[in-house]
């Protein structure tokens, strides 16, 4: 029998500008990449939190995630990064909990655009699991 654990996925983009296109981009690329480096399905996601810097405001990122093929039941949440100065600007963070037969250190969070800064520690060789 596989045994199942709630497991948490991280990651990071900045976005180049302030637009509905600009915030689609960025938001898709990155789920595009964490989805192509793990191993779930919509039906195992619990819950996703994205945040963003308040420089963002032109689009949720949730209603980006919500039109993915079997994300429309997915629980999302958005919500306002913590301003802190000098931090990375036009940045969306984001944490995927999800039901897994993995263990924690087989998730593989991805950082891009400019946010590759903020876990250099956590930088894949492009391989799937």
Excluded at 21 to 32: R, S, Y
């Amino acid at each position: 029998m596989v045994d199942w654990k709630v497991r948490g996925i991280r990651g990071a983009t900045t976005i180049a500008e302030n637009s509905v296109a600009a915030i689609q981009e960025g938001v898709t690329e990155l789920l595009d990449e964490i989805e192509a480096h793990n191993q779930f399905e919509g039906e195992d996601i619990i819950c996703v939190f994205f945040s963003a810097t308040s420089d963002l405001d032109a689009i949720f990122p949730a209603a980006i995630a919500r039109k993915r093929p079997g994300w429309n039941l997915v629980p999302l949440l958005d919500l306002q990064q913590m301003h802190v100065a000098g931090s990375l600007e036009r940045c969306i963070r984001i944490l995927i909990q999800v039901n897994s037969p993995f263990p924690q250190s087989a998730m593989i969070h991805r950082y891009l655009r400019k946010a590759k800064n903020l876990r250099p520690d956590l930088e894949i060789v492009d391989s799937v699991i």
